[in-house]
């Protein structure tokens, strides 16, 4: 019985938020979220992974080495993406983004915050520093199919990872009034995030419910799978195993829609953006099972 109160008390507060944001989308469909999405770019993300790195008592070891495994989960990520992509006929570079790119930060970090505290929501930070870097690289290349260093050197998260790796790396302890402030920067961006996830789901349409759907569990069936192998590969365990299970079982990120409708034709932007409602729909039942196995046997 404790598992479950232990579960709901994970999950509750994460469903509870979208579901604001839900409620405001339905009540004015023009909302518009612009200043969520660019807040988070700016402030609220760089302000997150350093807080959650540099508070969660991460050392430089552990944090490369979850970088390393999750560059090698989403190797096999993209495997499984091309494989889908492939047999349903669909452009495998331009739609490959929803099955590489989970939402690690809008979701994934909330969840692991509240299944293992500061030192889950650290690891789900490591993995979430891979994502953002490869959503201004390789998820702007594939979009548009060639790649742009200027996208790099302008994104505040290039910057805010570098300067976690360089504390990390020299042991340094980052001053208590910037930890306080990335702190309010950082967890403002997780409320405001959540909602604009709920909303998101009341304005992105499904255009191809059958290709969404395969699609789909290639996201939110098969990363689970890959995780827990590396998992059982690496030998891991506790908390950090927990939170890359977790990781791992997320729906298709928001921002490969975005990215997409600023470098892609329609018909992939439509394809996308399906992937990315009906991953999330289906998160709603298959992250409660994954959140519920890693409490159980990674706790």
Not at 265 to 280: C, G, Q
Request: net charge positive; glycine share 6%; hydrophobic share 55%.
């Amino acid at each position: 019985m404790e598992i479950y109160i232990k579960l709901f008390e994970v999950l509750f507060p994460v469903f509870f938020i979208v579901s604001i944001g839900y409620f405001l989308g339905k009540k004015n469909p023009n909302l518009d979220t612009s200043f969520i999405t660019n807040y988070s770019a700016n402030f609220g993300t760089p302000a997150l992974i350093i807080f959650a790195v540099m508070t969660s008592g991460l050392s430089y070891t552990m944090f490369a080495d979850f970088f390393v495994y999750w560059l090698i989960a989403m190797f096999f990520f993209g495997l499984v993406g091309i494989l889908f992509l492939v047999l349903m006929k669909k452009d495998y570079l331009r739609e490959l983004p929803p099955f590489i790119l989970p939402n690690t930060g809008n979701m994934g970090i909330p969840i692991c915050l509240f299944a293992y505290g500061t030192s889950g929501m650290g690891i789900a930070a490591a993995i979430s520093a891979v994502i953002v870097l490869l959503h201004f690289t390789l998820n702007v290349f594939l979009a548009s199919r060639k790649f742009d260093i200027l996208v790099i050197i302008k994104s505040p998260s290039f910057y805010a990872i570098l300067v976690t790796v360089i504390f990390l790396y020299f042991e340094l302890e980052m001053p208590t009034f910037v930890i306080n402030t990335v702190m309010l920067l950082g967890y403002a961006m997780i409320v405001m995030i959540l909602m604009s996830l709920g909303i998101a789901l009341t304005q992105l349409k499904v255009f191809s419910l059958k290709n969404s759907i395969i699609s789909s569990v290639g996201r939110v069936i098969a990363g689970p799978i890959i995780g827990y192998l590396i998992i059982k590969t690496f030998n891991l365990t506790g908390y950090a195993a927990g939170a890359l299970l977790i990781q791992s079982s997320m729906p298709s990120a928001i921002l490969t829609y975005l990215i997409a409708s600023m470098y892609s034709p329609k018909e992939i932007i439509d394809n996308i953006a399906s992937t990315v409602v009906v991953s999330t729909l289906m998160s709603i039942v298959t992250v409660p099972v994954i959140v519920f196995i890693s409490l159980k046997y990674f706790s």
